[in-house]
């Protein structure tokens, strides 16, 4: 394999199979992004509740956990092609049903749960595919891109989702969702057939045996937690824009993902190695620290511009990712980047009900604040404690561990 250390973005275009994972991806965030956003605004106009709009948005995150307990291990068992496309197809059909005249709430919620249920493997299963098809160097890089995608299109379907909304129903446009998770399973079935990499049925005993090998270690520990406990927390935040704002809402998720995509390329292609591993923290520390000030009620363009600063700060999840992948032995690659995914999102499905519970006590604003100062808590908490008799530094890397980490970007 040649170094992929040096690679340009258009490089890793030319890579074989690279574009297909790519373009399948896209289609499903795409789908993801405008079917999030229609079926917050049909709960919150049939039920006027924060919380359950919240849920709707979020909720499917909650069932990741499961995912993680008992299904994981499919990230390495099962042949990559065919499962990409085969949860493509099934998103489809789901999202199709939630555009079902009549469908009740809880009905709603139901398949929405079921959706992040069977989504629980999907990441693992992406993710390893990229480090056999980028190899472990190369991972930043192409990791940074699709971050990047992922930003783009939750601008652009942000933006084009609150305009359909607009011009449209939601179950309109959740049928349109349905449509690009179908082209999502189309472009999927361009990958190579690859056998799975690792032998073995998945069961729920190879999940766990794996989740204990990979929390046994004290570092991958506190990583883990760095990814998933303070950005999950700060994504309850984002869930709470359609109450705090029905009409904005759209233009406030852009700007987040504006702000993301931002955070994205700074990380994963301007920062010098050398600083990229002692900025992971005060990242955390932005990406909570604005939303305190949402509190006051600020006009409409100060908030978007605090909320795209704010998500700058989700680009401390690559220099975390980065040191996952130092930490991780090769044949747990898919499961531990799976069980990364799994457990961030359903850390969001969590901080998105909790969000969601002290809105329907307080105000959105309200809660915001609260989010925040919980996010801000917990990093400050990981970082003392990650430093105890940690000899690379443990999240806030010495100067000389910094220094002599491998170059992965």
């Given at each position: 394999?040649?170094?992929?250390?040096?690679?340009?973005?258009?490089?890793?275009?030319?890579?074989?199979?690279?574009?297909?994972?790519?373009?399948?991806?896209?289609?499903?965030?795409?789908?993801?992004?405008?079917?999030?956003?229609?079926?917050?605004?049909?709960?919150?106009?049939?039920?006027?509740?924060?919380?359950?709009?919240?849920?709707?948005?979020?909720?499917?995150?909650?069932?990741?956990?499961?995912?993680?307990?008992?299904?994981?291990?499919?990230?390495?068992?099962?042949?990559?092609?065919?499962?990409?496309?085969?949860?493509?197809?099934?998103?489809?059909?789901?999202?199709?049903?939630?555009?079902?005249?009549?469908?009740?709430?809880w009905g709603m919620l139901a398949l929405v749960l079921v959706k992040g249920l069977i989504a629980s493997v999907g990441g693992g299963v992406r993710w390893g595919l990229l480090t056999e098809i980028l190899a472990k160097d190369g991972y930043l890089t192409g990791r940074s891109l699709f971050n990047m995608m992922n930003g783009v299109l939750q601008?652009?379907?942000?933006?084009?989702?609150?305009?359909?909304?607009?011009?449209?129903?939601?179950?309109?446009?959740?049928?349109?969702?349905?449509?690009?998770?179908?082209?999502?399973?189309?472009?999927?079935?361009?990958?190579?057939?690859?056998?799975?990499?690792?032998?073995?049925?998945?069961?729920?005993?190879?999940?766990?045996?794996?989740?204990?090998?990979?929390?046994?270690?004290?570092?991958?520990?506190?990583?883990?937690?760095?990814?998933?406990?303070?950005?999950?927390?700060?994504?309850?935040?984002?869930?709470?824009?359609?109450?705090?704002?029905?009409?904005?809402?759209?233009?406030?998720?852009?700007?987040?993902?504006?702000?993301?995509?931002?955070?994205?390329?700074?990380?994963?292609?301007?920062?010098?190695?050398?600083?990229?591993?002692?900025?992971?923290?005060?990242?955390?520390?932005?990406?909570?620290?604005?939303?305190?000030?949402?509190?006051?009620?600020?006009?409409?363009?100060?908030?978007?511009?605090?909320?795209?600063?704010?998500?700058?700060?989700?680009?401390?999840?690559?220099?975390?990712?980065?040191?996952?992948?130092?930490?991780?032995?090769?044949?747990?690659?898919?499961?531990?980047?799976?069980?990364?995914?799994?457990?961030?999102?359903?850390?969001?499905?969590?901080?998105?009900?909790?969000?969601?519970?002290?809105?329907?006590?307080?105000?959105?604003?309200?809660?915001?604040?609260?989010?925040?100062?919980?996010?801000?808590?917990?990093?400050?908490?990981?970082?003392?404690?990650?430093?105890?008799?940690?000899?690379?530094?443990?999240?806030?890397?010495?100067?000389?561990?910094?220094?002599?980490?491998?170059?992965?970007?």
């Amino acid at each position: 394999m040649p170094d992929t250390s040096r690679r340009s973005y258009a490089d890793l275009f030319r890579t074989p199979e690279f574009s297909p994972l790519f373009l399948s991806s896209a289609a499903n965030l795409a789908a993801q992004t405008v079917s999030g956003l229609a079926l917050g605004t049909l709960v919150y106009r049939a039920t006027d509740s924060p919380l359950l709009s919240a849920l709707s948005m979020f909720g499917p995150a909650l069932a990741q956990v499961l995912g993680a307990m008992f299904f994981l291990s499919g990230a390495d068992r099962l042949p990559p092609r065919a499962t990409l496309a085969g949860l493509s197809a099934a998103f489809a059909v789901i999202t199709a049903a939630l555009a079902l005249p009549g469908l009740p709430v809880w009905g709603m919620l139901a398949l929405v749960l079921v959706k992040g249920l069977i989504a629980s493997v999907g990441g693992g299963v992406r993710w390893g595919l990229l480090t056999e098809i980028l190899a472990k160097d190369g991972y930043l890089t192409g990791r940074s891109l699709f971050n990047m995608m992922n930003g783009v299109l939750q601008i652009a379907g942000y933006a084009v989702g609150g305009v359909l909304l607009t011009l449209l129903a939601p179950r309109l446009c959740l049928l349109l969702a349905a449509g690009l998770y179908a082209t999502a399973t189309c472009v999927a079935l361009r990958l190579t057939r690859r056998p799975p990499r690792t032998a073995g049925r998945p069961s729920v005993r190879a999940t766990w045996r794996a989740n204990s090998r990979l929390w046994s270690a004290r570092p991958r520990r506190h990583v883990y937690l760095a990814l998933w406990i303070p950005n999950g927390l700060v994504v309850g935040c984002e869930s709470l824009y359609v109450s705090y704002d029905p009409r904005a809402a759209g233009m406030l998720f852009a700007c987040a993902a504006l702000g993301m995509l931002a955070g994205d390329v700074t990380v994963g292609r301007l920062l010098p190695v050398r600083l990229r591993p002692r900025l992971g923290v005060p990242l955390l520390v932005l990406l909570a620290t604005p939303y305190l000030v949402l509190f006051l009620r600020p006009p409409l363009p100060l908030t978007a511009v605090l909320v795209a600063l704010a998500s700058v700060g989700f680009g401390a999840s690559l220099v975390q990712q980065e040191r996952l992948v130092i930490l991780t032995p090769d044949d747990l690659s898919g499961h531990a980047l799976g069980l990364h995914s799994a457990g961030m999102l359903t850390m969001q499905g969590v901080a998105a009900t909790l969000a969601g519970t002290v809105a329907q006590f307080t105000s959105p604003a309200t809660a915001m604040t609260v989010m925040a100062l919980a996010s801000l808590t917990v990093t400050l908490t990981l970082t003392v404690v990650s430093r105890r008799n940690a000899p690379d530094g443990g999240l806030l890397p010495t100067r000389a561990a910094a220094a002599a980490r491998p170059r992965l970007g």
